[in-house]
């Protein structure tokens, strides 16, 4: 019967079946997660996570968004998207979200509601009024733009502080030296698609500078029609290994060649007529600027450069159709020195390409946010908004730098929304300490960034897949942009958008009479705001913004002494005792603002990075020999503000006597991915004032590396 | 003796090969009658479908036939199960009078509540399926993976794999095998193993 059974079996189809269910059943353990089958629909947005306003698509399964893409018909990215954009959906989900209102009692964050949130901050805020200290309110914000900064900075007007602290971006320091320099304020907008001869002055392209996927897709159209790329940089970056031409130079000197290149383009016929066409007063601003640049000899000795290769430089330049020279841009676009600057605009002066098919066009910021004025009996207290804590063109390093120098904090509340300072701004160390001193932190942020662990209070905002953002995008556009992001996920946890926490909290102090802030939601306002344009705004996204003609009137008043001081980025430090020259690298897959980087992206991140937790730094070969060292070394990197340990990564593409250390590692927050791994190139930092910006500029440090 | 033995043993033998051919037979005969009857009687769960859905009447009257309901989107994907504002878009009102479309229209388009179809053909999610590739560019038919489920009158019962959670139909002849057979005899090129196509990151994504 066995022997039948056995057989009868083998001619069903019971045993075959059966092994094949065990093993997709074995695939299929109750436990794994499989999400949910559903309707799938797509949405449009931008992506708010740079300054780069790409377009992007959102897939989503009922309600549950799954995927973000780049947006196949946008104008600017046409379908690309970097690997932050990308990871959209982390970002959202991640349980690094502040998921609730937080207070911190006793050293520990607990939730609590919403009205409990915002009555505590107002009855911090009627205390300060009581001692008739309204300037003892500041807000650091991410960016000047947008409702939700107007917002924040009108509440501070209305409550009688002028310490409204947002992070500038290069575009705000653009406009001051350029309306300083002559009469009008504008922005280089490159028109890098038109350009036939690049020279980027250390802009590192294809790691993300502009708009970041725009600037890609332009540097594979140079590829594509012969245009010429010449990358003039200290290290080999991936820019430079991909350009035509790399010209290496001395660190921080980039301002110096572009100077002798002006000098010599200025003395070419061709050069001469240039000038001669430039606005009288532009010309003799510009004139100002290239007199006291180096000689080519002069430059040779400063910059490292071949005296005849600058000559070469210069010569191809002004022999090209269309030139264009192109300017560094800090970390998330802050601004550089502002001598390397306008040495990079006259540059392209004296190149005769300024408002040319394929040069430097100038664009005028155009204001769209048209509330009427704060009138002084709207303000709440006896004060009217004075001068500013950070300065005239307000730093946040300039604010730390003020709060560290008093014995007691000058401010006794500090908003902060959009920005991480205590992992972001050089020193970092020295800003935690000083964020300490302040009584009362309140964080707008929407992740546990190290900002948000330092605050006393937090009222998350909503993801930038779960809000309506405006986001005016220049980004060195010729054709700038008004960009609308809409929300593309349900919100998922207990979050505010941060205009509705300010909205509360003014009519909680000053009733409904806060004439200032008429407007009952966040949502509102913002459709008022832009109102003849929300409905194109919400259908297509993005809309073009008019570009006002710009009129020169020669009102220059800057002072042209600060040129003589060649190392001005670079902060003090002795030369015997920190022989090294630390530079740092940005990357795509390496993210530095206030959202961190993300799960997926630290996959990406090359082991001569990251290795494990070891943060790796690139030395070239013959530095190392003379220190001692080989590569896989520990070592520790020590500067004039703080020390680190490091692992060395041998590196022909790296100058001698440098050092080369990657931005967006080191955080003490964001959870298992990123907490605790590689150094904070910050922390090493000093900040450097700008003479004429005000802004810090500090990328390189003088520093000294010791075996462990 | 011996010889006598033999032959009276050799006289028992056809009794005890019968009975071994009787349980051999009944061994035989009941695991074919488990493996193809009991087996996948208990292997698969039936489950009525929560309307009865008339495929021939709805191709011969709607306007453009199979496509007025199952259509490409702008963007390429494939309306393979429409949602319930297709079903609006005619329905509005009971006009037949039948179970199903009184049902229809009282307890889904009524209430905006999407119909919760049990998906003969749903693939697992593992497995990234594109039917702009297969429809628009290699032009097959819909039958070439459903059948002549186009032609039915009547929606049969969801028969569901108790082990592996897959519908019948899907392992029947949507499965892993069925596409690599396909892109085999229709001489794909590429360099997946298994359908001789790409990369595992076609299908899987
Ligand atoms: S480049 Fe910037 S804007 Fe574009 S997808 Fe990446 S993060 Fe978003």
């Given at each position: 019967m066995g022997l039948g059974a056995s057989a009868g079996l083998t001619l069903t189809p019971l045993p075959w079946k059966l092994l094949d269910d065990i093993s997709i059943w074995t695939q299929n353990w109750p436990w794994v997660p499989v999400p949910k089958a559903g309707v799938v629909s797509i949405h449009d947005s931008i992506c708010?996570?740079?300054?780069?306003g790409c377009g992007i698509t959102a897939r989503r399964i009922d309600e549950r968004l799954v995927f973000v893409a780049g947006q196949e018909n946008h104008p600017l990215n046409a379908g690309g998207i970097c690997p932050l954009g990308l990871s959209g959906p982390q970002l959202l989900y991640t349980p690094n979200r502040v998921m609730s209102p937080m207070m911190k009692v006793d050293g520990a964050f607990q939730p609590i509601s919403w009205n409990a949130a915002i009555s505590t901050l107002v009855s911090h805020l009627k205390e300060l009024k009581q001692q008739q200290l309204p300037q003892g309110l500041a807000c650091l914000a991410g960016s000047g733009q947008g409702t939700v900064s107007a917002l924040l900075q009108r509440f501070l007007t209305a409550f009688g502080s002028p310490n409204f602290i947002p992070s500038a971006s290069i575009d705000d320091a653009w406009e001051l030296l350029t309306g300083q320099l002559t009469g009008s304020r504008f922005i280089p907008g490159y028109d890098l698609e038109r350009a036939d001869t690049i020279l980027s002055f250390g802009c590192d392209l294809t790691e993300g500078w502009g708009s970041p996927i725009r600037t890609m897709r332009a540097c594979s159209g140079w590829k594509e029609n012969g245009a010429k790329l010449v990358q003039i940089q200290s290290r080999l970056s991936d820019t430079a290994a991909t350009a035509d031409r790399w010209i290496a130079i001395n660190p921080g000197t980039e301002a110096d060649l572009a100077l002798a290149i002006c000098r010599t383009v200025a003395e070419t016929a061709r050069g001469q007529s240039h000038i001669s066409a430039i606005d009288s007063g532009f010309r003799h601003q510009l004139q100002a600027i290239i007199k006291p640049g180096p000689s080519l000899e002069q430059a040779e000795g400063i910059t490292g450069v071949d005296a005849q290769v600058i000559q070469q430089l210069a010569d191809d330049f002004v022999g090209s159709k269309r030139p264009l020279a192109l300017c560094r841009e800090g970390a998330d676009r802050s601004p550089v020195a502002s001598r390397e600057m306008l040495a990079v605009l006259a540059l392209n002066a004296v190149a005769g390409n300024i408002d040319r098919p394929g040069g430097l066009h100038r664009i005028k910021r155009v204001p769209y946010i048209n509330w009427p004025e704060i009138r002084r009996d709207d303000v709440a207290g006896s004060g009217w908004p004075g001068e500013n804590l950070a300065g005239p063109l307000p730093s946040p390093d300039a604010f730390f730098k003020t709060i560290a120098e008093e014995?007691?904090?000058?401010?006794g509340i500090l908003l902060v929304s959009d920005c991480n300072p205590c992992y972001d701004l050089a020193a970092s160390d020295r800003i935690k300490r000083g964020i300490g001193k302040i009584p009362l932190v309140v964080s707008f942020s929407e992740y546990w960034n190290e900002t948000a662990l330092a605050a006393n209070l937090i009222l998350p905002n909503h993801s930038y897949l779960e809000r309506y953002q405006d986001f005016p995008v220049y980004a060195g556009l010729t054709e700038p942009r008004l960009g609308l992001s809409r929300p593309v996920s349900k919100q998922l946890f207990d979050t505010r958008y941060t205009g509705d926490a300010i909205l509360e909290t003014a009519r909680q102090l000053w009733g409904t009479a806060g004439r200032a802030f008429p407007w009952k939601t966040y949502e509102e306002c913002l459709k008022e705001t832009l109102s003849d344009q929300w409905d194109d705004l919400k259908g297509r996204g993005w809309i073009n913004l008019p570009r006002p003609p710009i009129t020169s009137d020669n009102a220059a008043t800057i002072s042209y002494s600060v040129f003589s001081n060649a190392d001005i980025e670079t902060s003090a430090g002795e030369v015997h005792k920190y022989p090294l020259m630390i530079l740092t690298r940005s990357s795509m897959r390496l993210n530095n603002s206030a959202v961190g980087t993300s799960p997926f992206m630290m996959k990406s991140v090359s082991d001569t990075v990251l290795k494990g937790k070891k943060g790796v730094v690139d030395v070239n070969p013959q530095t190392a020999e003379k220190l001692n060292m080989t590569e896989g070394d520990m070592a520790r990197l020590i500067t004039p503000e703080a020390e680190a340990a490091v692992m060395i990564h041998l590196d022909d593409g790296t100058m001698p006597d440098t050092v080369v250390i990657s931005q967006g590692l080191g955080h003490a927050a964001f959870g298992e991915y990123l907490d605790g791994r590689g150094v904070n190139a910050s922390r090493l930092l000093q900040p450097v004032l700008d003479p004429?910006?005000?802004?810090n500029i500090s990328r390189t440090v003088r520093a000294r590396l010791m075996p462990v | 003796m011996s010889r006598n033995t033999r032959n009276s043993s050799d006289q028992q033998l056809p009794g005890s090969v019968r009975l071994h051919a009787l349980a051999f037979m009944l061994g035989f005969g009941c695991l074919l009658l488990i493996g193809w009857v009991a087996f996948p009687a208990l292997l698969y769960k039936n489950t009525p479908q929560p309307l009865s859905f008339n495929h021939r009447l709805h191709t011969k009257i709607a306007d453009d036939g199979c496509n007025s309901c199952h259509f490409f989107r702008k963007d390429g994907r494939f309306s393979g199960i429409p949602g319930i504002e297709t079903c609006r878009a005619c329905h509005t009102k009971v006009e037949t009078g039948g179970d199903s479309e009184t049902q229809l229209i009282r307890d889904y388009i009524a209430k905006t509540v999407e119909i919760p179809w049990q998906v003969y053909a749903r693939q697992p999610d593992s497995v990234f399926f594109s039917h702009a590739a297969h429809v628009r560019s290699a032009e097959l038919g819909c039958e070439t993976c459903h059948g002549d489920i186009g032609q039915s009158a009547v929606s049969r019962h969801y028969e569901e794999?108790?082990?592996?959670?897959?519908?019948r139909d899907m392992e029947e002849s949507m499965k892993m095998d069925d596409c690599a057979n396909c892109h085999e005899e229709t001489k794909q090129d590429g360099a997946s193993a298994q359908t001789d196509r790409d990369g595992c990151f076609i299908c899987h994504k």
């Open positions: 708010t996570l740079c300054p780069g014995p007691d904090s000058p401010v004429l910006t005000g802004q | 794999n108790v082990m592996t959670g897959y519908s």
